[in-house]
């Protein structure tokens, strides 16, 4: 997906440092935003699907906190409603992509043969198309439903968990000191425990927040293509081409979407860059 | 032509260290000097203030005078016309100081065609190639070259340059017997061909044939410079001499001893990796008590051999008998790379702890085994990045030793350290077989250490 | 060789065997009865006959049992025969034989901006690793790569074309209907590649050969020249095989953004259509794309780094 690619760029040189200071930003940016999406609807107790049609494109300040939009909708209770969306159904896709990866990923390395070739092998399938274009062939099974998006994006996103896993595994077995534990008399459930686990966890915050990133990208682009989840959805992707044409009237109102994937985003890609992944 | 560098009085520091104190020296045509001296005792600083590429934040203080120049007072465009001009280097370990996409003739002709401006720059360089030996690897890249190969080719970089000083950075590291003494042949040619000639080692039989003067180092002094031969023959100061017992020719041999029964023994052992074969036929005892040693040349497939001992790999063809009745953990290794066998982020303390509740050892029996290794309770709460080569591969030694193995394969378990740590575990090695009967498998590249160590060779042939 | 050739030809049918299989099943479990529904979609809900159902049922052999019908498909599709739009009636394979010019004229030019933007910018900040330049790069490519390409897109379309009416928004004909769509995507391109490139210059700048050549008394434009540019171009060159992920699904959502008549709009107008066989085509043909990419990619690293040639 749009993001994967960039996992490895966006990491520079291992560091020692787990929470440099762009991954502090990042985290503190997405509580911010968190907090927006919790607490901005309880605090202005709004519905962000009731129009008021006086009130169309109402501008920020007004009886509305951040405006309306063109059916006289609260877009604060809108955005707040469209962060909640886009990080909620985000969470949910990595986290069913983080689990099967990461238990495949090692146990590939672990056990390999042809438990490996057939995992790989199947990742390979996924791999062989761009995300996007996997998760469009699905969305054809029922054009903005909920249910295609959040499979495709999971079976997209699950490669790379595996990938990662699978290498950090497979890199740590022919270490040394690996074979020097089971010399040792070690089990395999105490080199696990006590010798990949800890390789893999610091890496973990970096692939999830890539991969939240990712999802939110794909679920907010296929919506403005009219392909993910429809209006009147509070989708942030949507909303924002919901309101284009209103662009000359309330400029302000029509960004405000975009700036708030942009937001995400960007604390989720800051959260990931403390990490290295290779 | 120049006749002499000379130091004098240098000193570098950080902010608030001082790295190398008062350091001064005179390097003369035909009057080669070595720097000798573990890592971290300031000697290869002093071969970067002499290039100019001290690291940023470090000062240095003092003089060092060539060409009628104060080389500590050149700016950096100055300073870089003296490279590959008036300075050359023979790099450390050079198969990574070569482009590893660039073919062996293009690294050797750019000398020629872009620091000197010659012309048939090509021509000279194959000239260049075929003196060292190498007139048909022009065409070749890095990666298909061998340590030898690569170390003649920088050689040949070195000679091609043709500077009036010569700085060789730990020459014979990495390189076993034959080729140690070629390089050492070719360092020779050019000092009588008039170039001054700075070497940094820490191996005492190199500066011993070099011969000219040499300088002991140690925490950033020079502890005793003369004459070569006088100062390796009769040594003042006692790390001098330390640094001279360490070396494996002035080890003590082994006393005769008789062998214990049988501990293993493989018979018709056969190995391959894809084509390569490393060996056919091969059979090996070891007995209680004995240390046998396996040399030959890298890639001969002595570790290969020392794992199929242990286990961890299995023959094409052949079979290993242990000794009926000994503890399937009774078969152990220690390993080349002391950190790699360590769990980085453990201590040493929790380590031990884990393996202890694991087989039933009590904590006396670890103390005990601790101060036999001359390992201070303190470095229990280190972990393995904090602690020397020295002290782990002796931590290393007390993990295996606390399961009572009857049978150990130490795969150039030396190799790393110092030559004064690397004397102690090998003396470690030798009173465990001594004293507990310790069947062990040494494998190593050294055949001077093999000999004084060993009872026996086993010799592997590419 | 002929390893990595065969790699990139499993791959292809890999695509062919995905992107078929899912539009089988699609076919499958439309809901109501499939020949009716796409009577439906192909003559108008007025026109809809139960012999024009019958017939449909007939074109696409309906009736058959289902692995008889898969295997059927994989053959249609093994001959190239891709079958008729549902939407328009015309053959698919004509449909996006007009289709593909306009694509490749997009990915190629958004490609060629992105690196004479990127590389250059990747140069000189790993030249000057840790300088205001290289972190105002850095600010840039973070801020760039949060933006979803739609809402970039549409940023330019705002100030390019609505704002400043220099290039028209949407369309097809001349370079200045492609300008904000390659550009688009050039610039998410160009906010990964120049951080690459950076990264790889930085790398081989630290390395000890290529301090070495330094100390061989190379001048220092000899230095960049033979040993800086080649090696660092080796990780660069790897990188766009990721990038061709960007560079295909961007495709796909630029042209749906500034309704550029290319195969990706296609692809998603199909999608929301259900028609089938051009959906299939579209994914087959952008699928494919993706792994001549991949292909071109794997024959250019080989070039450049001679361990990759030497079999081991």
């Known amino acids: ?278 | 032509m120049t006749s002499a560098l000379r130091i004098e009085d240098l000193t570098i520091r950080t902010a608030d260290r001082i790295l190398v104190s008062g350091f001064s020296a005179t390097v003369g045509r035909g009057e080669p000097l070595t720097l000798l001296g573990e890592s971290g005792s300031g000697k290869s600083l002093v071969a970067q203030a002499i290039m100019g590429t001290l690291p940023p934040g470090l000062l240095a203080s003092g003089r060092i005078l060539f060409d009628g120049a104060d080389l500590l007072c050149l700016d950096e465009v100055a300073r870089r016309s003296l490279w590959g001009r008036r300075i050359g280097l023979l790099p450390q370990e050079p198969w990574t100081a070569l482009d590893p996409t660039m073919r062996a003739g293009g690294q050797l002709a750019e000398v020629h065609r872009y620091v000197h401006g010659r012309h048939d720059a090509d021509g000279l360089a194959a000239a260049g190639l075929g003196e060292v030996g190498l007139a048909d690897a022009g065409g070749h890249y890095p990666f298909q070259m061998s340590g030898g190969m690569c170390q003649r080719l920088a050689l040949a970089i070195a000679h091609a340059a043709d500077t009036p000083l010569l700085l060789a950075d730990e020459p014979s590291k990495g390189l076993d017997g034959v080729l140690r003494a070629d390089v050492v042949a070719r360092l020779q040619r050019e000092i009588a061909a008039g170039r001054l000639l700075l070497t940094i080692t820490h191996d005492v039989a190199l500066a011993r044939v070099l011969g000219g003067t040499a300088c002991v180092m140690l925490d950033g002094q020079a502890v005793e410079a003369g004459p070569t031969v006088r100062l390796l023959n009769a040594p003042a100061h006692s790390y001098t001499r330390a640094l001279i017992d360490a070396d494996p020719s002035a080890w003590p041999p082994r006393t005769p001893r008789e062998p214990g029964p049988s501990v293993i023994e493989a018979m018709g052992l056969a190995k391959a990796f894809g084509r390569r074969r490393l060996f056919t036929d091969l059979d090996v005892q070891v007995r209680a008590g004995e240390i046998v040693a396996v040399v030959g040349p890298s890639g001969s497939g002595k570790t290969t051999l020392g794992n199929i001992l242990v286990g961890t790999e299995r023959p094409d063809r052949g079979r290993v008998r242990r000794v009926p009745g000994a503890a399937p953990l009774g078969f152990q290794k220690l390993y080349q790379d002391p950190p790699a066998a360590f769990v980085p982020h453990q201590t040493m303390g929790r380590a031990l702890d884990h393996l202890a509740r694991r087989h039933g050892v009590d904590r006396e029996r670890v103390e005990e085994l601790l101060a036999r290794l001359k390992l201070a309770p303190g470095l229990r709460k280190q972990r393995p990045g904090e602690l020397s080569g020295g002290e782990l591969q002796r931590f290393a030694l007390a993990r295996v030793l606390l399961l009572d193995p009857v049978f150990l394969f130490a795969d150039e378990a030396t190799s790393r350290l110092d030559p004064v740590n690397q004397m102690e575990v090998a003396g470690l090695l030798r009173e465990s077989s001594e004293q507990d009967g310790l069947a062990i498998l040494f494998v190593t590249h050294d055949t001077v250490m093999a000999e004084r160590i060993a009872d026996r060779s086993i010799t592997l042939q590419q | ?312």
């Open chain 1, 1 to 278: 997906m749009m993001l994967q690619m960039q996992d490895l760029a966006g990491t520079t040189p291992p560091r020692s440092d787990p929470w440099p200071i762009s991954r502090r930003i990042g985290l503190g940016l997405l509580a911010l935003l968190a907090a927006f999406a919790l607490l901005g609807p309880v605090l202005v107790t709004a519905d962000p699907a009731r129009q008021d049609l006086s009130a169309s494109l109402a501008p920020i300040g007004s009886d509305f906190l951040l405006g309306a939009d063109h059916y006289g909708r609260s877009m604060l209770a809108r955005l707040a409603y469209g962060a909640r969306l886009s990080f909620g159904m985000a969470l949910l896709t990595m986290l069913s992509a983080a689990a099967p990866g990461l238990l495949l990923g090692v146990l590939a390395a672990w056990r390999g043969g042809v438990t490996e070739r057939a995992l790989v092998a199947l990742s390979d399938i996924v791999l062989a198309l761009p995300g996007l274009l996997l998760v469009l062939l699905l969305l054809a099974f029922a054009p903005g439903h909920f249910l295609p998006l959040y499979l495709g994006l999971s079976l997209s996103l699950w490669v790379e968990f595996f990938r990662v896993a699978r290498t950090t595994t497979a890199r740590l077995l022919v270490e040394p000191r690996i074979e020097a534990s089971r010399l040792l008399g070690f089990g395999t459930f105490y080199i696990l425990r006590h010798q990949v686990l800890p390789e893999i966890a610091p890496l973990l915050l970096t692939l999830a927040s890539f991969a939240m990133g990712t999802a939110i990208l794909a679920i907010s682009t296929l919506s403005a293509i009219s392909v993910g989840l429809q209006p009147p959805t509070p989708e942030l992707g949507s909303m924002i081409v919901e309101l284009l044409p209103y662009y000359d009237e309330a400029p302000l109102t029509v960004l405000m979407p975009g700036i708030l994937i942009f937001l995400l985003v960007l604390g989720l890609q800051l959260t990931a860059r403390g990490g290295t992944v290779r």
């Open chain 3, 1 to 312: 060789m002929t390893r990595l050739l065969l790699g990139r030809l499993v791959q292809a049918a890999l695509v062919a065997l995905v992107v078929g299989g899912l539009c089988f099943a699609l076919v499958r479990v439309l809901p109501g009865d499939a020949a009716f529904r796409i009577a439906a979609d192909r003559y108008g809900p007025d026109a809809l006959t139960a012999q024009a159902a019958e017939a449909v049922r007939q074109e696409l052999g309906l009736d058959r049992p289902w692995p008889e019908l898969l295997l059927r498909w994989f053959g249609e599709l093994a001959q190239g025969h891709l079958g008729n739009s549902l939407v328009s009636g015309e053959p698919v394979s004509e449909e996006l034989a007009s289709q593909l010019g306009p694509s490749l004229w997009l990915a190629a030019s958004a490609l060629v901006l992105s690196l004479l933007i990127g590389l250059p910018l990747g140069l000189v900040s790993g030249l000057r690793a840790g300088s205001g330049l290289d972190r105002l790069a850095l600010i840039g490519a973070v801020a760039l790569r949060a933006l979803p390409p739609f809402v970039l897109g549409l940023v330019l379309m705002l100030v390019f074309s609505i704002r400043l009416e220099w290039l028209p928004p949407a369309g097809y004909g001349t370079w200045r209907e492609m300008a904000l769509p390659s550009l688009t995507l050039a610039l998410g391109l160009a906010a990964v590649s120049s951080r690459v490139a950076r990264d790889a210059v930085a790398a081989v700048g630290a390395t000890t050969y290529y301090r070495f050549a330094r100390l061989k008394g190379l001048p220092e434009r000899a230095v960049l020249v033979r040993h800086g540019l080649r090696n660092a171009a080796i990780p660069v060159i790897t990188y766009l095989g990721l990038q061709a992920v960007y560079l295909i699904e961007g495709v796909v959502v630029v042209e749906s953004l500034f309704a550029y008549p290319g195969i990706g709009h296609a692809l998603v107008h199909a999608v929301i259509a259900r028609d089938v066989p051009m959906v299939q085509g579209a994914a087959l043909v952008m699928g494919l794309m993706f792994v001549l990419l991949n292909l071109g990619v794997d024959l250019l690293c080989r070039l450049l780094d001679p361990r990759l040639g030497a079999g081991r």
